[in-house]
């Protein structure tokens, strides 16, 4: 009987390490944020309005949807409800089939009558600009506010998480929360108030131009020397 062959170990698979950066985590934050100025300096909100009530309801409909999507609804949806007062009116029926393609149409219809009927009956036919009064109407959560408030009114009351801005702030290591309402709070306490709004819009162009969900570039990342690539 020959005897049995043991197996060579196998070699670990090499990743890239998980530096500590040695910078402070707050002059890091300035650090990355003031590179991701430079690299996109046409950096702003992807979804087409022209005033507040636009925002807020390409916001509503940009959920598990995409920007490109959304804006190639809004023209028709605005030509034929332009205004909160229109949209409250609507047929669900009717607006239900304008919105179909962005996805979950009946929940967003709900959403879009719920809040337009409100901002009439309540907030004067003007939607309101306080984020109490923001979160009151139906299928306003608190991202859609912060796109709302910084964006439209340019009030730096939080910062907007999507999921670009969720993952790429657990590899940069500015978060280890996945909750969305605490990833909010630690970039709250390492970014300057001024730069709330814009910090997401950063985030977001590097999320889609570089560290994508499933193939990060960090050999071509400007932020490689102060990333310690959490998780990738
Ligand atoms: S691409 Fe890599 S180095 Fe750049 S931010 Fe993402 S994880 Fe960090």
């Known amino acids: 009987m020959s005897p049995v062959k043991k197996k060579p170990a196998m070699k670990p698979t090499k990743r890239p390490s998980a530096k500590a950066p040695s910078v402070a985590p707050a002059e890091r934050a300035r650090k990355i944020y003031a590179i991701l100025e430079q690299q996109y300096p ?10 507040a009530f636009e925002l807020l309801v390409a916001t509503i409909l940009s959920a598990q949807c995409t920007d490109a999507r959304v804006n190639m609804v809004t023209p028709g949806l605005f030509a034929r409800y332009p205004g909160p007062s229109e949209m409250a009116e ?32 309540e907030f004067g036919g003007k939607v309101p600009q306080t984020m109490e009064e923001l ?31 969720g993952r ?19 970039l ?21 131009a570089v560290c994508n969900a499933r193939k990060p570039m960090c050999e071509s990342c400007a932020l490689a020397e102060l990333c310690p690539m959490i998780g990738v």
């Open 42 to 51: 046409d950096a702003r909100c992807a979804l087409t309005h022209h005033d």
């Open 90 to 121: 609507a047929s669900p029926e009717e607006l239900e089939g304008i919105i179909r393609s962005t996805g979950f149409y009946h929940n967003k219809a709900k959403s879009l009558l719920g809040a337009s009927g409100k901002i009439v009956e």
């Open 135 to 165: 979160l009151s109407l139906p299928g306003v959560a608190r991202k859609t506010a912060n796109v709302v408030l910084g964006n439209a009114f340019g009030k730096n009351e939080g910062v907007v998480v999507d999921t670009h801005v």
């Open 168 to 186: 790429l702030a657990v590899r940069m290591g500015l978060t280890k929360q996945t909750d969305p309402k605490k990833v909010e709070q630690d």
């Open 188 to 208: 709250i306490k390492l970014f300057p108030r001024e730069s709330w709004t814009l910090l997401a819009h950063l985030l977001i162009s590097h999320g889609r």
